[in-house]
């Protein structure tokens, strides 16, 4: 379908194509602006395109991401153009060609729009045209793996993606084209194709997921371009009259439609808090975040009285301010539910997300040094904003402070808190389910330092868009393995999942916030509490990071008390990275590696090392980045320390070969689990020289662990004694405690007590 | 014994050199330069310390590093002055802080010549003097661990380095001390201090050695000072008539003295080849090169009738330009026999080879970038000079290019070669064994991308001066594992390392080079043979890196072609980072992991899959660095593929977890092992990506392979095919073959063909 292939049936076509656009060309021109049938009107405005021409050569950012726009696309254009007949999954070439005409559709309408170069207009005329003369036969995508089967792609999502881009082209050739050109493309290939992903397939488009929220914008930006008032509120509101069987799944285990809500207000209203946490976590934030603010863009401008930004207490907005803290310091997204490591507020969605925060917000000079490091902004309004804010100086550096984002719609499920201190970041999570990307991972945490992760959190089990490894979707290691609770830093009871792996129970259930503490620089703490993860038994985590003058830098504290109305084993790992340095308690290393256990993640586990704790503190120290870290636990000599390493039962090699230690706690019924974690010094293989590698930390131990408090004592080798007390009661804001240790009282009011 | 607690004593005794001192000062002043017994002479010079001061304020290099070091030198003397008694092995608090007295010392006696601030001078004086005070009276070190021990250090070796430093801290004062202090000094710490490192030891001094070398230098640099021939004689040439035993070992397996040779220019001439390549490899040569250049600086200023700088064909010289050419794309020296990963050019012993190189050698442009990333010079004339050059804007870019150096005194003893191509860069081992520090890895060989390993070899199994882990020193693994053949790219015969693993039969043989070739910019080519690994086996390895335009990047050609007299099993691993990504072949992976066998080596490798190879290519890709790698073998269905990690049998965890693939064949004579190795595309985790993910090889096959050549064709994706033949048999320049394959013949001259 080479474009070469079929360019001496055009010819006359195309004479008479030029004739046309000379006639658009001056009804342009003559008609000013304005009115809500001008074009371009979604994104790029008539007025924002006239602003943005005026600007040309002056705001750096804006002209650099034009010229390497200009030259990507010049290049896409001397290739030609292929539609290919699809057939591939991710990562295949059929579905990498249309994702990349997509985009190229996208780009070369803005260009002609700003450069006012027809030739880009003619290239976006000619590939819709090929895509017209195919789509109107095309059946369903012949790969049947998906719940809901695109034709363009294998899954609707895909399809929905394209829709979203394609509707930005189309909008800009919009008065470029003859109206019989319009009509051609919008019978044939725009309107059957918003139905086929709505109305043709409600189990995806009819329901609150990301997967919907591309839907919902696909529909609601062809809609707007077209003034299709049905396709419009389609977008908005869902299929009139469209109801769900509440109880089917998808792919992925989750609802397609428990609570039969549907369409963009509902999927704004549903999954973000009110603090702009996104119910799924940052990774897929950060791919629905595209839609959310590309279609609030174009409903702000065709549809103002709408006023899209200040929908629901203003959350689009503030949700980008929560993304963006939800990076770590190189901007890495923290990998919680099926996050893909790596992923950064340098992807393109967040530069959209930055400029149109930045534009429709209230002007974040923060935002500017994001985009600066972004160094490269959107060729509309908001990137001509953006670009001119940076030019004109007016960054200042985006500081990350701690931050506790509640989650569920209404801020009441639960949330993620992010402690920092120094280089040091604690992400202690005890969200909800996070619809059917969540793991079951309750008041788990992973640490990180100055951007290098720590204590991992394993992520996703699956190498997107790599064809090699599954086809780049989901591998069952995510289910088998990512999703389970033993691959998290919390604690497993009895070998199973919290609640029992089941979506089901796990989506109706949530950790709910006991405190979270900010106020004081040298201390920030999280303390949440969760009951139902197992049937009897509720566990309640309080977490600080503590900076003390006698330590190198700010370590973490970590008591994690669960009650139970029965015995059973507890195992509470800490995936570390790097090389073991050194233990104070013995172990044994079998001489052939066996799995862990036979189900719920632990039959993933080889077995590396058994140890026996000590009656006190247990230490283990480990190397990692040529930085230093101990782990100081308080143990009893009943406990097992196992070294366990990732990888068994993986016959395909999916999964990253990655330590732990994990404590495990034996015929226990109620039990406080009790650590510091301390980074310090650091190694140079240039000079061999080894900083402060020791352990600051002399004795940890509990003076009181009541229903109502927690005191733990930290003894540093110095031989100073700092305490530390948690309130576990509930309390009032302002309330006053008094509590005898030793014949010494104590009394402070609100929630710990540090001395 | 911190100075505070004798000053009470001191301070008539102070009185009398404040005195003296102003009587040194007004000879100086008078006495112009020049005389060979005029300090400073060894390092600085009386004429290079007024050329420096003249030029302060004006060299930003030198200035910074003035600036640095200064800082440096203030925080310690306002620390006060500690030498405490010794006691602890490296990383301990003993060894440390006298290692870093013998720095602060050489530095503060720079800082006084240089500022001329008598504090400086008061500093060194005062510490000299604790030395002084307990080296008089001062046992053997208490830990026993190594063949020479220590006074002040647990080893010789560290005493010397220490007299290394201190010497040059003491030139720089003499002028500023009586000569009552001088004599005291000399006599109760310099004298038998430098005789107890020699004829004290003679077992460490005595020899052909890195060990020796610093003994040397510290015997020979004390004896410029001092102006003692006596010690300098013995610095030269060793101890006069000691006659070792030449049969006896030292801690690591090398023979003490099995020539009978020794002293400094003896350790000259034995470890450098012609090419400047060092027998033991970059990582001790960077260790070594500081006592060979600093003593031959010491000897060209105060004896520059020995001409040292030109002493065997200027091999010191030509010594750091290996030494450079030995590091990958970031500064990292390759990590062949026990070198530790990560040590680099940025070491500060090759701020001083840089200097040194650039201003008794040839002012070559390229030292300069290296000195700019360095960003630090030596302070003194050399400095100077580089600091000079930089500010003068002479800096150019230091270019590596393929490069092949010869290994044994006279360069007839194996060498290495790098084959360089783009960001590809294959370390070709074929050296001899590289005395008591080399493995047991003939043929073997890395493989770097941009500075980042693709193919490792292993290094050394040691955390040098991580104390946690064995004291810092040389791990049991080291022998066990890190130095067996099967820890390397090359063939193993019947689990047995090369030279049954004994340091007897490694030392007394070495593979040969048949040629190198690196005229072509498209090809750059490697062929060594070895015989004796294995009684009645033979080894002939040929590499070549090759720039295909049909391939993105340069690729690697290898043909290991072994003949034996009887049949054998061959295991023929490939180290591999990162994540399995796809085989053509089919392989299981064991619900419980065992280790390989039982000895050399084998012991460490626990076998995670077992694959049947397939008659024809068997295809292995990977990814690593987000990057992507495919392995095509030549194979047939009797091959096994074992995918394994290293890690079994390793109570302490020493050892790091990686990834190998072993191809084994098995009841064979004579083999040839032909793959390639490609390097492709890549991988964002930001655009989720993947370009250019699979192998352009379509097909790999053996021609002909006779005892005179051998031929493969490399057919790829395209269809197109290239044919490689290189010559196997003895030939002279530019002999020419003639070859017929398939009824065409091929002519050409030279070593090999490709087309």
Known sequence: MKLTNSISKRILFLLLIVISVSCNKKEDATNDVKNEDSHPKLILTAKGVKDIRAQLGNVPIFDNTLKAVKEEIDAEIALGIDTPIPKDYSGGYTHVRHKRNMIVLQKAGVLYQILEDEKYAKYVKDMLMQYEAMYKNLPVHPKTRSYARGKLFWQCLNDSNWLVYVSQAYDCIYNYLSEEERNKLESNLFKPFADYISIGNPQFYQRVHNHSTWGNAAVGMIGLVMNDEDLIQRALYGIKGK?????????????????????????????????????EGPYYQRYAMYPFLIFAEGLHNVKPDLKIFEYKDGVLLKSINALLNLSDADGDFFPLNDGQKGMSYYTSALVTAVDISYHYGNQDAGLLSIAEKQDRVLLDDSGLAVALGVKNGKAKPFEKKSINLSDGPKGEQGGVSILRNEDIELVFKYASQGSSHGHYDKLSYSLFEDGEEVIQDYGLSRFVNIEQKGGGNYLKENKTWAKQTIAHNTVTQNETSHYKGKYEIGSQNHPDLHYFSSEDANIQVVSSKVSKTYSGTDMHRTMAVIKDEDFEKPYVLDIMK????????????????????????????????KPLGSKNGYQHLFVEGLGKALNGNSKFS?????????????????????FTRIGANDPEFNLRRDPALILRRKNTKNSTFVSTIEAHGNYSP???????????????????????????????IHGKTKLFITVNKKFSKNEKHVLKINNKTYSWSGSYYLQ
């Open 686 to 716: 240039v000079t061999e020289s080894a900083v402060n590698s020791k352990s600051s930390v002399k004795e940890l131990k509990v003076l009181v662990d009541s229903d109502d408090f927690t005191a733990i004592s930290i003894t540093n």
């Open 562 to 593: 669960v009650t139970s109305n029965k015995s059973n084993q507890y195992d509470f790992p800490i995936y570390f990275f790097g090389q073991v340095l050194e233990t104070n308690f013995k172990y044994e290393t079998p001489e052939s590696l």
């Open 243 to 279: 109801e769900m069987d509440k109880t089917a799944k998808d792919d992925d285990g989750g609802f397609i439609n428990k609570d039969g809500k549907a369409g963009f207000l509902a999927n704004i209203e549903e999954p973000f808090s009110p603090d702009g946490y996104y119910n």
């Open 622 to 642: 480990w190397m990692s980045n040529y930085k230093f870290y101990t782990l100081t636990s308080i143990t009893n000599t009943n406990d097992e320390l196992l």
